[in-house]
């Protein structure tokens, strides 16, 4: 399929079907337990206002824009962090999405150096290596000013976002638990964007996959900054925990599972309608030589077997840590909360989608809005 053309029915009518069923995928509590203890933030009518308004303020949407405003509330993202989130505050959940927001913004913007047929990879890595001390330099605890930025100015959008969520998250967090987030951010600016889009141009342009396994396993935490969410999600200090190293072991499965998870239900939307083959399943598809459907089920398989190497790891840390205990607990949110958004927000649902549990739900996604109309993720 073409790069920046509309798909047509054509196009989908040559998608496999897949026998992966919703209760082949494991989870280590309820769906139903899940939503009962959803956050109390998300019942509240004025954390989506807010959220909009913020984005607003910073120029994410313009203040005109109806079809966007539209597009962040059918995505939910209010309710993926109500549902996934150890507290209850309703800044904690507010700055949550917010930093969720900056990440996709960012990527979004970078997204389209993709489709630009006369982009060099060199602009690329050099435009990306800038971008990126900008913003660390922007969320850095000690920054006091704004460098001088040399593609996003002063009056960006980026900026004034990422400025909000510095300045919100100072508020609501201890200071050594902010620098473990920009740890993660710095993880997946530098390591994740910066190795994975060159390979992605490079496959969008026909090449097979490029990586082992465990190379696209590890690439994918990081480019999906998978580890830095469910971090925020807890809002807690790893390091300060006694069996911090089996906790960073745990949030790294955590981050594995849910970027998996997202490869699996976005697949429709990625392969057939973005033309992007940096896929879970079509990474498991050509290394090991199978069908679609062989490989869906890999994928479930994989992210199951993280489930349970996950409770293994659980019940070696010290039961009396309290605060260990809660950020386990937060990873068991993900595991389930991922699951109960996919199929509340309709983001992946689709007619044509090869999954029959997302094929009977109301999808959200509007073909006749142009990009700027749709949720940058």
């Excluded at 392969?271 to 459907?293: P, S």
């Excluded at 006749?368 to 993720?377: A, E, F, M, N, Y």
């Amino acid at each position: 399929m073409e790069n920046n053309r509309v798909p047509t029915i054509s196009d989908f009518s040559t998608i496999e079907k897949s026998t992966v069923r919703e209760s082949d995928f494991r989870v280590p509590m309820t769906l139903a337990r899940v939503e009962s203890q959803m956050n109390e933030a998300y019942r509240s009518p004025l954390l989506m206002r807010s959220i909009l308004k913020d984005l607003e303020d910073c120029q994410i949407i313009r203040k005109d824009s109806e079809q966007k405003r539209r597009a962040w509330r059918n995505l939910k993202i209010d309710m993926l962090a109500s549902l996934t989130s150890h507290s209850t505050s309703f800044e904690h959940v507010r700055m949550y999405v917010l930093w969720m927001a900056l990440v996709y913004t960012i990527d979004d913007i970078r997204d389209k150096f993709l489709e630009d047929d006369k982009f060099e990879i060199q602009d690329f890595e050099r435009i990306v290596e800038d971008t990126n001390d900008d913003i660390l330099n922007l969320v850095d605890i000690d920054a006091d000013e704004i460098p001088s930025l040399k593609h996003f100015s002063v009056g960006h959008p980026v900026v004034k976002l990422a400025r909000l969520v510095r300045d919100l998250s100072l508020s609501v967090l201890r200071d050594d638990v902010f620098g473990e987030f920009v740890h993660h951010l710095e993880d997946h600016l530098r390591y994740g964007v910066t190795l994975a889009f060159p390979k992605m141009m490079a496959m969008k342009s026909g090449a097979a996959f490029p990586l082992s396994l465990e190379e696209f396993e590890e690439l994918r935490v990081k480019d999906s900054a998978g580890a830095m969410c469910v971090h925020i999600a807890s809002g807690l200090p790893y390091q300060t925990c006694r069996d911090n190293q089996l906790l960073e072991e745990c949030l790294q499965i955590t981050a594995l599972h849910a970027a998996i998870l997202n490869d699996i239900f976005s697949y429709e939307k990625q392969i057939y309608r973005e033309n992007d083959r940096f896929n879970y399943i079509c990474g498991i598809q050509e290394h090991y030589n199978i069908t679609f459907d062989e490989a869906a089920h890999f994928s479930v398989q994989r992210a199951n077997e993280l489930v349970d190497r996950h409770a293994v790891l659980s019940a070696q840390v010290d039961p009396e840590d309290q605060t260990a205990q809660d950020i386990l607990d937060t990873h068991r949110r993900w595991f389930a909360g991922h699951i109960v958004w996919v199929k509340s927000c309709g983001r992946y649902s689709s007619p044509y989608s090869p999954f029959e549990f997302l094929r009977s739900v109301k999808s959200t996604i509007d073909n006749s809005l142009s990009p700027d109309t749709q949720p940058p993720i």
